[in-house]
């Protein structure tokens, strides 16, 4: 099985929990219905309200990562949830420890990871008044989850989780949001069905209509040059298998979005790599040259459909486990709804296949010359085509890179091809800035046997970079490598695009050699560009977490963007 999150998910260890006991407090049925979802884990911050909560947690084996902002908590919990497809858990105290699980919260909602964010509240006999540090957490986290609810009674709290557990891991996964005030975690449950976590429900897979289908079908035999747009449903659903072997039998070029990587092995014939970047590139053209685009598990989110069907021209199967979003540039024409991998399947059976997409495969073959162009370039600081190809190198095919968001991200999504799903991991939703840090711990916890390296440049580093000292205290030891330039490079590089000059966008770093030594990490500073691969092998023997401070040549920034322009445009 090539699907990565599917594999983890299968392999997790369900911690054992006693159904009831007699006596208990709100808060210690709260984390018995937590053991009995299958938590491992629950990142946090404690705080006065949550005492109880706290207390329960002390007496149960689930581990509690405590974490330096609850930012990283939150950011933790999502890619939990996106490698393994289970709900991650974090929680905070109330008011200004709850506001800051919104960021990594509105990330996993967004990018179609389940997640529970857990905070504490005032008591319910304090909220008609002006309260120190109450917020109306409810109302707060409606807009960035798909359900947000407040225990009010002892009672409910059983029912609250599992309902709780169900939106978020329910396809389209996401964010819910559970609020407990202080004085209702200290009530008593009523002995009985109250104090018993519900079961979880197992549902029988839903399949599409054969009539959908054949439609489906009857338009892929009327196209002459259908080309397959995947998106990160087809990763969470575990349809990289089927996929391929539609494009192989049926000769479908296939272009994926950021947080499609890996879907279709990038050695494939017919992978023609990944498509998001705001320039106009390969994957435009190939989509531009297509009479039916074929999108399968394909979100508006990912990536708009202005940018890659600005006139609407384009004819479209939808072949998702739920509907299309409303969007006047995404009409598909057919919508097969159901579970993905039988869809393809029924599909593949019913079509035969296209002619060799020649025109297309000459440009697969001029993406890799562009590509393999910058294996020997020894320039410094180091082109981010050269350092990416170092690590690409270097890595296995089931390591995990994740990315964090700036330039870099533009870098990684052009020239870190994968051969597996959930091996090179971007936030396209959301796409927040600090994800690569928090996410690469959460990610080392759960995949203590792989490679795991976080990309990030030196202005999202800087915003979590206070979790280092959770990897070092939790015995994760990843590796960050920073492209650094001492500015906020995605935004210079459209400055610089849009009017030929850029303002406010430059800072200092500290000395991140220094500075990873000051949190007992191992700190590394690339001086040339031979360095990367014996320091990132260094780095990876370590039993701490490391830092590797890379200069990088952001000029090929505006060079790529003129590049794009004139082959494109």
């Known amino acids: 099985m090539n699907d990565i999150g599917k594999q983890e998910s299968e392999n997790l260890e369900v911690p054992t929990v006693q159904e009831s006991c007699e006596g208990c407090t709100a808060a ?9 979802e299958g938590v491992e884990y629950v990142f946090g911050i404690p705080g006065e309200e949550n005492l109880d909560m706290m207390n329960a947690l002390k007496k149960s084996n689930i581990r509690v990562i405590v974490v330096r902002h609850e930012q990283g908590a939150a950011f933790m919990a999502d890619m939990y949830g996106r490698l393994t497809g289970k709900a991650g858990v974090c929680f905070s105290t109330l008011g200004p420890g709850a506001a800051n699980l919104i960021t990594g919260t509105a990330d996993a909602n967004s990018d179609g990871a389940p997640v529970i964010a857990i905070t504490g509240q005032v008591g319910t006999e304090r909220m008609h008044l002006t309260s120190h540090q109450y917020l109306d957490l409810v109302e707060l986290f409606a807009p960035i989850t798909k359900r947000s609810k407040q225990i009010v009674n002892p009672d409910s709290v059983n029912e609250i989780i599992r309902i709780a557990f169900k939106y978020a891991e329910s396809e389209k996964p996401g964010a819910c949001h559970i609020d407990l005030p202080t004085n209702v975690a200290k009530m008593k449950v009523t002995p009985g069905l109250a104090e018993i976590p519900i079961d979880k429900q197992v549902y ?33 659903n575990h349809a990289g298998e089927a996929l391929t072997s539609f494009a192989d039998e049926l000769k479908i070029p296939v272009v994926n979005t950021m947080m499609a990587k890996g879907i279709v092995p990038y050695k494939n014939k017919y992978s023609m790599w990944t498509i998001g970047i705001p320039q106009k590139d390969y994957q435009n053209k190939i989509l531009d040259m297509a009479d039916l685009v074929i999108a399968v598990g394909y979100d508006i989110v990912e990536f708009a459909p202005g940018k890659w069907n600005e006139n609407g021209k384009h004819k479209i199967i939808h072949i998702d486990q739920r509907p299309a979003h409303i969007n006047m540039l995404y009409q598909p024409q057919v919508q097969v709804i159901g579970d993905i991998s039988y869809s393809l399947q029924q599909i593949q059976y019913r079509s035969d296949p296209k002619e060799e997409p020649t ?38 095919e089931d390591d ?24 090179c991991i971007i936030s396209n939703g959301f796409a927040t800035m600090g994800i690569a840090v928090p996410g690469a711990v959460a990610a080392k916890l759960i995949n203590m046997d792989r490679k795991v390296l976080a990309i990030s440049g030196d202005g999202g580093f800087m915003m979590n970079s206070q979790e280092y000292e959770t990897a070092l205290r939790e015995g994760a030891p990843i590796v960050t490598l920073i492209f650094s330039d001492a500015s906020y490079g995605l935004i210079k590089w ?35 560009a031979e360095d990367l691969i014996p320091i990132l092998e260094d780095a990876f023997k370590q039993t701490v977490p490391c830092i590797i401070d890379c200069p990088v040549d952001y000029s090929e920034n505006t060079k790529l963007s003129e590049y794009l322009h004139e082959k494109f445009e």
């Open 28 to 36: 210690e049925v709260l984390v018995k219905c937590l053991e009995k």
């Open 359 to 396: 025109e297309i495969l000459n440009l697969k073959k001029e993406m890799v010359l562009e590509y393999e162009s910058f294996a020997n370039d020894t320039s410094f600081p180091m082109k981010p085509q050269k350092i990416l190809y170092d690590v690409r190198k270097f890595m296995g």
């Open 204 to 236: 029988s897979k839903e399949y599409a209509s054969f009539s959908s289908i054949d439609q489906a079908a009857a338009l892929i035999y009327k196209a002459k040059r259908p080309v397959i747009l995947v998106g990160h449903s087809a990763v969470r």
């Open 400 to 423: 995990i890179v994740i990315s964090d968001v700036g330039a870099h991200k533009m870098w990684i999504a052009r020239e870190y091809n994968c051969y597996k799903p959930n091996t």
């Open 494 to 528: 459209k400055q610089i695009d849009h009017f030929g000059k850029n303002c406010f966008v430059d800072f200092t770093n500290p000395n991140f050699v220094k500075y990873a030594e000051s949190m007992h990490a191992k700190g590394y500073r690339v001086e040339k």
